[in-house]
């Protein structure tokens, strides 16, 4: 066999160099590729890296894979013609992937590129390679961050876990059932506990009657955290008016005003209120002062005293009272003898005395005492003083002077001393005149 293989082995040579001469090599092809930056290219096993590649290949087909970073994989079939020139550019898609959101507890906010896009789970689908990162919220949990990075296409999971955030504050005062309010808006009326996340909160109580308080309470979390607030009462006032005014105005025996009056900044409780006035009783009255109210209180005064009304005639006697002048008493009108009343207010119960006077009275001074009743207006009997106020002139020449009571058409009442009238006709007279103070007569004073 060894000697066979020995004298054959020429002729296969020589058999091979015919056929090779008979049939020649094809002539090779050149590819060239073009890609982004990164690029590599892969077929039949041989890997070729850089983003402008030129090969020279044997005629055929070829399956070339192209990845490139962050990019998804892109799959060609080149068929390569001897002798020619291919050129490929390779255009990548960008790799994208799925990130599954989750939180512990769930439901929390998912703010993701400054939007709130949902709650978790969730899934944000097609993100491109590249590192991200969303915050997570839930009330009564501290915010949280989670962070994941997308290297391929295949989907990534990221999950984040809060912890509680929240405490209780109780908000009590005094007095209580006050009003809550909280960074501005009302919550509830005091005792009050309410669930608030950690921080610092701007709490106003406010109550009828009372200054308001506010201040700052802060919250720690995972607490039972308490505020109490003493509210101050707001100072009250009264308004005091009285009938008649002008009194003076007591309050727990300070003099605080006359009547009408406001009393300002008292302080809410019970008071003792007295009014006094000459000639009316005083008067004492419990108050209560509410606590940011202005109270109105009208009295009426009864009075302490008494009045007195009297009549004196005739013209121009001189009156006096315990002493005090009251003046003259004068006519009704012009040219009559009957003569206007006294009315004199405010004279202390008891007995009192007029002193009445005229130069040319008989007497020339008389006394008259009466008494004078608690709130009562006593009237005097008309008081009649005899007093010769005129000169009359007889037909015959005859003079005499008294008391003119009264004149009629035809004749006139005269008085020639204290106690006696008579008439006279009018015939008899001449003429009448009217005497002053001093007993003188004028002729602008006659009467004819």
């Known amino acids: 066999m060894k000697k066979l293989f020995t004298l054959l082995f020429p002729l296969l040579l020589l058999v091979v160099g015919v056929c090779s001469c008979s049939k020649p090599r094809p002539k090779a092809a050149v590819l060239e590729i073009s890609g982004p930056p990164g690029m590599c290219s892969e077929t039949a096993g041989q890997e070729f890296k850089g983003q402008n590649l030129k090969l020279a290949l044997s005629p055929g087909r070829y399956m070339f894979r192209f990845t490139a970073p962050g990019c998804r994989d892109q799959f060609k079939l080149i068929e390569m013609k001897p002798g020619r020139k291919e050129q490929v550019k390779v255009e990548f898609q960008p790799a994208t992937a799925a990130a599954v959101i989750s939180s512990e507890p769930a439901g929390a906010e998912v703010t993701f590129k400054g939007k709130v896009i949902g709650i978790t789970p969730l899934v944000i689908p097609e993100l491109p390679v590249g590192d991200y990162a969303a915050d997570l919220f839930l009330k009564g949990h501290a915010r949280t961050q989670v962070t994941w990075r997308i290297r391929n296409e295949r989907p990534v999971a990221a999950k984040g876990y809060l912890d509680s955030n929240v405490g209780t504050v109780t908000i009590t005062s005094t ?181 009445l006077f005229h130069a040319l009275g008989r007497p020339q001074r008389s006394r008259r005492e009466f008494t004078v009743t608690k709130n009562q207006c006593t009237t005097l009997k008309n008081i009649r003083i005899w007093v010769a106020n005129c000169e009359v002139i007889f037909v015959d020449g005859t003079r005499e002077r008294g008391a003119l009571y009264s004149e009629e058409k035809d004749h006139v009442i005269f008085g020639s001393e204290p106690g006696i009238r008579f008439r006279i006709d009018r015939e008899r007279i001449r003429t009448i005149r009217m005497l002053d103070s001093k007993g003188e007569s004028s002729e602008d004073e006659s009467k004819k």
């Open 175 to 355: 007095p209580d059932q006050a009003s809550v309010f909280i960074d501005g808006s009302e919550v509830g009326n005091t005792p009050l506990t309410l669930t608030r996340t950690e921080g610092s909160y701007t709490v106003r109580i406010e109550s009828d009657g009372c200054i308001p308080v506010e201040r700052t309470v802060r919250v720690v979390k995972q607490k039972k955290n308490r505020a109490h607030f003493k509210l101050a009462q707001r100072p009250g006032g009264i308004q005091v008016t009285s009938k008649p005014a002008g009194a003076d105005v007591f309050i727990n025996s300070e003099k605080r005003g006359v009547t009408p009056c406001t009393v300002e900044a008292l302080e809410p409780g019970k008071y003792t209120l007295r009014l006094e006035k000459a000639g009316y009783d005083p008067l004492t009255a419990s108050i209560k002062i509410v606590p940011g109210a202005v109270d109105k209180k009208n009295y009426n005064l009864l009075s302490s005293t008494g009045s007195v009304v009297f009549n004196v005639s005739p013209v121009g006697v001189e009156v006096m009272l315990d002493g005090r002048a009251l003046g003259v008493s004068r006519p009704i009108s012009e040219g009559t003898v009957s003569t206007k009343d006294f009315r004199v207010d405010h004279l202390a119960p008891g007995t009192h005395e007029l002193t």
